[in-house]
């Protein structure tokens, strides 16, 4: 079992930078896949990011590639988002999840959710 809560969001101005960070506890932090995902209002929830492992494996959608960057501690159990340059369509509650399954992008590949922190980017 693993319990994962997200911080970090807030509201911003377009082109501020937040960093959101996913702490974990319970088990194996370091066996799990780290994802971060999104959901808008009226949308479904939309895959970000993952990192790997050992975090040298990582895959961005598109959107925010160039924008977003993720990492992991294992030492500490966390893993972050650095969102730079924010965009008002950046505006989403931000969900982490946990899979053992690499390359995964679909929500229902992760086992283990947050319960979000919300991002609201003015223009």
């Known amino acids: 079992q693993v319990q994962l809560v997200e911080s970090g969001g807030g509201l911003a101005q377009a082109g501020d930078s937040l960093r959101l960070s996913c702490v974990a506890s319970?088990?194996?932090?370091?066996?799990?896949?780290m994802g971060w995902f999104r959901q808008a209002p009226g949308k479904e929830r939309e895959f970000v990011a993952y990192?790997?492992?050992?975090?040298?494996?990582?895959y961005y959608t598109d959107s925010v590639k160039g924008r977003f960057t993720i990492s992991r501690d294992n030492a500490k159990n966390t893993v972050f988002l650095q969102v730079n340059s924010l965009k008002p369509e950046d505006t989403a509650v931000y969900y982490c999840?946990?899979?053992?399954?690499?390359?995964?992008?679909?929500?229902?590949?992760?086992?283990?959710w947050g319960q979000g922190t919300q991002v609201t980017v003015s223009s």
């Open positions: 999840g946990a899979t053992s399954i690499l390359g995964v992008r679909e929500p229902k590949y992760y086992t283990y």
């Open positions: 319970g088990r194996s932090f370091s066996s799990y896949v």
């Open positions: 990192i790997g492992w050992s975090g040298d494996s990582t």
